[in-house]
């Protein structure tokens, strides 16, 4: 689990949560705050030594678990070095994962 920080644009507010799973499109996002469906957010995380920094994102999807809130979120406007180094950071992680390597 990748720790997210995480910036709620229309409560001007910042939370911090984890990232249980992560492409090159989106991020689900554990954390205790609640956010609706179509809220817009900014999320910073460092993902195998590469900083994302204010990647804009869409929640699509909200889950309410006990005292725990899980989030599916779409990237937007990601420009295509961004994405290319995130896509290939993925891609390197669950090779790893998939020949036993961690």
């Known amino acids: 689990m990748l720790p997210v920080e995480v910036f709620d644009i229309a409560k001007q507010k910042n939370f911090t949560g984890r990232i249980i799973d992560l492409s090159a499109s989106g991020a689900a996002i554990v954390g205790s705050e609640e956010l609706i469906s179509g809220a817009t957010v900014r999320l910073t995380f460092t ?3 590469n900083t994302y920094k204010d990647i804009s ?3 699509v999807r909200e889950i309410k678990r006990q ?3 899980h989030l599916g979120s779409a990237f937007f406007s990601l420009d295509d070095q961004t994405r290319l180094k995130l896509e290939e950071s993925v891609r390197r992680v669950n090779s790893r ?3 036993g390597c961690r």
Do not use: Q, S
Request: a positive charge; charged letters at 40%.
């Open 57 to 59: 994102a869409k929640i």
């Open 67 to 69: 005292d725990t809130k």
């Open 97 to 99: 994962i998939l020949r």
């Open 47 to 49: 993902f195998e030594n």
